[in-house]
């Protein structure tokens, strides 16, 4: 047994930081991609006390309300136009392969 995996399985399983609100994170990306932190849960608050190593100008949330409620109604009216975006792209998509049976 390598005692990377191990190690690796049994920090999966601890809680190194906790945040109100947010149930897990995960670092995405690296390489040509940017860094980006994803997160089950929302806590801008919170978040902003993390202002030098988050980009909060990049933020994206699909909570309609706490978008309006923290950074106005035209940051929530664009969260409603990505939101229907992704799901009128979803919805395509699923047709499409029902329609060619794949």
């Not at 399985?9 to 980006?36: C, N, W």
């Not at 608050?45 to 990049?58: F, Q």
Request: glycine share 8%; with cysteine.
């Amino acid at each position: 047994m390598n005692i990377g995996s191990i190690l690796k399985k049994e920090a999966g399983r601890g809680v190194i930081h906790q945040v109100k609100d947010i149930s897990r994170a995960f670092v995405t990306g690296g390489g040509k991609e940017p860094l980006s932190l994803k997160t089950e849960g929302i806590n801008i608050l919170a978040m902003s006390g993390y202002r030098a190593v988050l980009d909060l100008n990049r933020l994206h949330c699909n909570n309609i309300h706490i978008m309006a409620q923290h950074y106005g109604i035209e940051a929530a009216s664009r969260v409603i136009v990505r939101v229907s975006h992704l799901e009128i792209e979803f919805t395509f998509f699923w047709c499409l392969s029902i329609f060619l049976n794949v």
